[in-house]
């Protein structure tokens, strides 16, 4: 017998842990093609040949206390097409996801969604094939939050 699907709400609690960053609500948007995170103070850093890219997240809009400081490896820089319809230039990272008992890879690219309620984006493509999307429920997998941080804030 196969396995169940899994259930996606439009709004889910997940980890990046390749970023340090146990606990970020996204909005899971079919309709979008490539995932973004909310990041401030982008810097590239690294060489030519290892491009890599310094950001802060403040994962959580309530908490502006919590400031998370990562670095990645950029994957590439590419036109994006927002929400709202303007072409932005952004860093592409390759990341792990981790959404309840499940961790893949993902792509995710930089951005400022500082005006957006959720300060991440999981679109299409970072979501595995044996995943389903409920877009009228939210908070299907196990919830995460602020206190995930106390110990781990780097």
Known sequence: ????????????????????????????????????????????????????????????????????????????EREVTSSNGERERRYIIETRLRVGDREWPIEVGLTNRGSMSHRMLLGRQGIPPDFMVDPSGTYHQPKLGARSYKASTR
Do not use: N, Y
């Open 1 to 76: 017998m196969p396995d169940k699907p899994k259930i996606l709400g439009r709004k889910e609690w997940v980890a990046l842990p390749d970023l340090g960053l146990p606990a970020i609500k996204a909005k899971v948007d079919t309709g979008a093609r490539t995932s973004a995170l909310h990041a401030d103070d982008i810097q590239p850093v690294g060489s030519p040949e290892q491009p890599s890219v310094r950001f802060t997240v403040h994962p959580l809009p309530l908490r502006p206390d919590i400031a998370v400081v990562c670095t990645a490896r950029v994957l590439a």
